[in-house]
DNA sequence: GTCAAAATCATACTTTCGGGTGACGGATTT
DNA sequence: AAATCCGTCACCCGAAAGTATGATTTTGAC
């Protein structure tokens, strides 16, 4: 980024000293005033279009993930039961997920039936693949 | 994108237009012929930065999805399973998936298997997950 | 044409999931 | 105080998924 900035600084700098150098030699001999403002203002467009280019084409930011949470508050999912989602979404059983966050299993089912019913799905295949087009997990 | 051509063609025509005009009325009893070059030079590079941008801000790419056939033939992966694998990932199950293929259950449940194999996991949502990751679907 | 890999199907058995219902305590809202 | 929501847990039942083993057919390569 600094480094386009400063070689547009040094071309834009170069070009103008160029073309004042040839002003007084031979353009304002062959062309009128209109047809060398003309000729300088299409060169410094082609230019700032090209260091348009560069200023965005390494700018596709990497696509941050940002949670939903718009569609999360409308469908009423609570904190845990996005938790138990998340895990599920990881390929763990239930049985993994009861583990890792310290509850009975019959816990974990009953967060993923209301999860089932909130995204209108009916398996857990289903709700990652709902959830992640909603952008409820990454 | 045409749109923004005929935009910038139009602002491109208007600007020389103005600057031609006031060319001769005002610029070139205040300023030197150097300094007046350099007013267009700025402005058209302006204008050329802000056509850049137009022109490839819109023009990021979906990230196409690619097929990561080395890593498939490395697995060892069939067609017929990478196919069960897709329908898996969309949330089908083992039924939906034979009816889909035109192919009984137990042969569905086959290729998984070979598929939990290949893919060093035991369950479905693991299995989406590790394909995904390593681009053999999308 | 032989051989191996891939695809197909079956049967039997175990484990995991999902659905339904009910219950209880705590926090918040009405 | 009553109603609600959330998180927790249990039990039951049936469906789906996964494991194991074996067998037949297709297909592609040599």
Redesign the pocket.
């Known amino acids: 980024m600094k480094k386009t900035i400063f070689i547009y600084g040094l071309a834009l700098a170069a070009l103008v000293f160029v073309l004042e150098y040839f002003e007084y030699r031979y353009f304002i001999r062959d062309l009128s005033t209109g047809g060398f403002v003309f000729i300088i203002a299409l060169m410094f467009a082609g230019l700032g279009i090209w260091v348009g280019r560069k200023l965005t084409s390494h700018k596709q930011a990497p696509t941050e993930f940002q949670q939903n949470d718009k569609a999360l508050d409308y469908l ?1 999912i ?4 996005l938790e138990v989602l998340q895990l599920v979404a990881q390929g763990l ?3 993994q997920i009861a583990d890792t ?1 310290f ?5 974990v ?5 209301r999860l ?1 019913e909130k995204l209108e799905v ?4 289903q709700a990652v693949e709902k959830a992640k087009s909603l952008n409820l997990i990454k």
């Not at 509850?103 to 816990?107: D, G, L, Q």
């Not at 089912?109 to 039936?113: A, E, G, P």
């Not at 009916?122 to 295949?125: A, F, G, L, P, Q």
């Open positions: 009423g609570s904190e845990r039961e059983s239930n049985q966050i509850v009975s299993i019959n816990t089912k009953t967060h993923l039936s089932y009916s398996r857990r295949t």
